[in-house]
């Protein structure tokens, strides 16, 4: 592996700190207002989601920009299950999850076969594709949307996502130290090199890109129940991709707690933007993507990565980037 | 004439008109992409730009949007410009991903001042002969519609004039075909860049004038023009106009004969159908030059 990462991601120091941070956010509601509980439940959410997209996105390689995709899948399996068949919250989640999977071997094993821009921009329609379905069907409550249940405590979907953060998290390390990381690996940095020592790609990619729907799925559930009102619009929302997207490669793609990371810091500053103006939060966020791209292409992941890797191959296209 | 062949004849001259729009949706996303490799995720936005420009020009000005086409897209290649020169083309060359994001950036920025701007309300140009329409013979073809398409050809025919017989368009190819040979032949490329991005923005601004006629107007329209501009790109091939406009009049079909079968809300998932199918049949597009993206 001359350019291609270690499977790097966590050493002891790392873990210690994770294992500190993990016992103080489940203390943390013992002492914190609603409001500070609500707002970290979001940044578990979207922590979870970037990591969720390092596993296909920056491990494999592949820019994926259909989370939202199985965001959507999860809210509305999750809020069927619990709306029409009166199935407990607990159940109706790992159901979502399921579908999740389910849909992202069925989509991946058509979409994995494309390349680049065009993996790319065929993830994206899929979103655009699936919110028109979700418009027309009459299960869903169609544009109208559906109503869940109202929790009787916001403090449990605190501790859902933190779960789910840590499943997701633990998903980062676990991968690329594993078999099928090490193909995917191999994928990512030559596809045809991987091919003629035998690893048949698509399966690998078909499993990572799994493995990040159903945390999409999953996030997708426990969003729904958490804000009681789904539609099609705020599920299937390109936005979810984009910001996990923008955190996992600000935070460093291809590393365990990057993506984490880079959600801890933009939430956060997302939140300082809101409460600036909620009216012109969607035009902050966009000209902060914009600037982010032009002045910090590689992100926060310099600070965190010693040279080589993903980030060194990015900012080796980088340096000579401009014209 | 029995009926069913009459509706099928109609929904073909409908499919045509429509596509004809498509097409110049489409063309402005293919040079982009073709000449500088990007894929222009606010190229959707641009288009929603012109169409509230000619609602505004029509509401405020009474000036009728088939005349105001020309200053609509002489306003977006005057956006278009500093855009790609300013905030664009400073990673130009950076992986897709970083070009991607930027530009959804830049999508997200537009979307949501023109939301703040004129709020979400969906509006319509009507015009004296919205109604109109010819009767040829079993085939009722409204006025509207044809002119949209005269002026689509006019545009692609337009664009081909320009791409094969000026410098302007030798230059484009050049700097497509091979940057460093291009610059060292004197080629400005940064100017050459911005100008292949207003010339696509000017285009995409008249698509959205074209579109306010007959299409709702409202600061999210731009995604779903976003999808049709790729899947046309892909139908025709990078970078080749008359591919293009080739790629427009057979979604354009595609569609309106979707729309007969499945019913009206289901343009989306019939755009996206044809798009997987195309990517994994016909990989080139239908005149398109060959694109390495099978994985």
Redesign the interface.
């Known amino acids: 592996m001359a350019r291609g990462p270690q499977p790097r991601g966590a050493n002891r120091g790392a873990l210690l700190l994770a294992a500190a941070a993990l016992a103080a956010a489940l203390a943390f509601p013992t002492v914190a207002s609603t409001y500070y509980i609500r707002l970290l439940t979001g940044i578990f959410m979207f922590g979870a989601l970037a990591s969720a997209w390092n596993l296909i996105g920056g491990y494999a390689g592949y820019p994926d920009f259909g989370g939202a995709a199985f965001v959507g899948i999860g809210a509305y399996t999750t809020g069927i299950l619990m709306v029409r068949a009166h199935v407990p919250f607990a159940a109706a989640l790992p159901a979502g999850g399921l579908l999740a999977i389910v849909a992202a071997v069925a989509m991946g094993s058509v979409l994995l076969r494309l390349r680049g821009h065009y993996f790319a921009i065929a993830t994206l329609g899929f979103v655009i594709v699936l919110q028109q379905v979700a418009s027309n069907l009459d299960i869903t409550g169609g544009g109208t949307g559906m109503n869940l249940p109202v929790a009787r405590t916001f403090t449990a979907f605190y501790y859902w996502m933190l779960a789910l953060l840590v499943l997701a998290v633990t998903a980062g390390i676990v991968l690329p130290r594993s078999r099928v990381g090490y193909a995917i690996a191999a994928i990512r940095e030559n596809q045809d090199a991987a091919q003629v020592l035998g690893i048949e790609p698509l399966p690998y990619k078909i499993v990572a890109y799994a493995a990040s729907a159903v945390f999409f799925g999953l996030a997708g559930g426990i969003y729904a129940s958490w804000f009681t009102f789904i539609d099609p619009p705020t599920v299937f929302n390109v936005d979810f991709t984009i910001q996990a997207i923008v955190m996992a490669v600000f935070g460093g793609p291809g590393t365990a707690f990057g993506p984490l990371v880079g959600a801890i810091v933009l939430k956060s500053l997302d939140t300082v933007l809101t409460n600036i103006s909620v009216f012109f939060h969607d035009i902050f966020f966009g000209a902060l993507v914009v600037l982010l791209v032009i002045f910090a292409p590689r992100g926060l992941a310099e600070l965190f990565r010693a040279p080589g890797g993903i980030a060194a191959a990015i900012r080796a296209e980088v340096r000579g980037q401009r014209i | 004439m029995s009926v069913g062949a009459q509706i099928a004849l109609q929904n073909a001259v409908n499919g045509l008109l429509i596509g004809g729009t498509y097409a110049t949706v489409g063309v402005g996303f293919s040079l982009v992409?073709g000449t500088l490799n990007i894929?222009n995720l606010a190229h959707g936005a641009l288009v929603m730009l012109g169409a509230y420009a000619t609602y505004w020009l029509f509401t405020l000005y009474h000036l009728d949007p088939l005349l105001s086409l020309p200053l609509v897209g002489g306003a977006l290649f005057a956006f278009g410009y500093p855009l790609q020169r300013i905030?664009i083309?400073?990673?130009?060359?950076?992986?897709?991903?970083?070009t991607?994001?930027?530009t959804?950036?830049?999508?997200?920025?537009i979307?949501?001042?023109a939301?703040?701007a004129w709020t979400a309300d969906i509006r319509s140009v009507t015009t004296a002969y919205s109604g109109r329409s010819l009767a040829l013979g079993p085939v009722v073809l409204p006025a509207v519609r044809i002119a949209t398409l005269a002026i689509a050809v006019l545009v692609a025919f337009g664009l081909q004039v320009l791409m094969t017989r000026t410098r302007l368009g030798s230059a484009i190819r050049a700097t497509a075909s091979d940057?460093e040979a291009a610059r060292l032949m004197g080629i400005p490329?940064?100017h050459v860049?911005a100008l292949t991005f207003a010339i696509a923005a000017a285009s995409a601004g008249i698509a959205g004038g074209l579109i306010s006629l007959s299409f709702p107007i409202f600061p999210a329209m731009g995604?779903?023009y976003t999808?049709i501009a790729?899947v046309v790109c892909?139908l025709g091939g990078l970078g080749s106009v008359p591919g293009a406009f080739l790629g427009g009049l057979l979604l354009g079909l595609l569609q309106t004969y979707a729309a007969a079968w499945l019913g009206p809300?289901?343009?989306?998932?019939v755009?996206?159908g044809v798009?997987?199918a195309v990517?994994?049949v016909r990989p080139a597009g239908l005149l398109g030059r060959a694109a390495?993206?099978?994985?």
């Open positions: 992409w894929v905030v083309n400073q990673v130009v060359r950076a992986p897709f991903l970083i991607f994001l930027l959804f950036g830049i999508e997200l920025v979307t949501n001042l939301l703040a940057q490329i940064a860049y995604a779903g999808l790729f892909v809300n289901f343009d989306n998932i755009a996206f798009l997987i990517l994994l390495r993206f099978r994985g």
